[in-house]
Nanobody, 122 residues
Framework: QVQLVESGGGLVQPGGSLTLSCAAS????????MGWYRQAPGKKRRLVAT???????NYLDSVKGRFTVSRDNANYTVYLQMNSLKPEDTAVYYC????????????????WGQGTVVTVSS
């Protein structure tokens, strides 16, 4: 069984920084895309940043220049470094793994973490 476990959320003041981590566990052969989505109260979940196994990144326009996504392919871990945080960044952040292949050949189109809360407030 494959699962994603996130860590690193919390309360931070505007202008501050946080780093989120997400580790995939289980019998994994490969993961094509890993990344982060967020959902603010009363809003739809939306993509924040993703990175492929080859290092191609994609960002939400409003976080470009402030957030950096990276991954450790060997350990199936993805990170989100968040700088210059704003109150509008407050949300539940979810880790996502797409096109995950287990060591037994089972393909998982998408796997989600349980979410970690980020609150930006003074």
């Amino acid at each position: 069984q494959v699962q994603l476990v996130e860590s690193g959320g919390g309360l931070v003041q505007p202008g501050g920084s946080l780093t989120l981590s997400c580790a995939a566990s289980g019998s994994i052969f490969s993961i094509y895309t890993m990344g982060w989505y967020r959902q603010a109260p009363g809003k739809k979940r939306r993509l924040v940043a993703t990175i492929t196994s080859g290092g191609i990144t994609n960002y939400l326009d409003s976080v470009k220049g402030r957030f950096t996504v990276s991954r450790d392919n060997a350990n199936y871990t993805v990170y989100l470094q968040m700088n210059s945080l704003k109150p509008e960044d407050t949300a539940v952040y979810y880790c996502n793994a797409a096109d995950l292949i287990s060591s037994t050949g089972v393909r998982y189109p998408e796997v989600w973490g349980q979410g970690t809360v980020v609150t930006v407030s003074s």
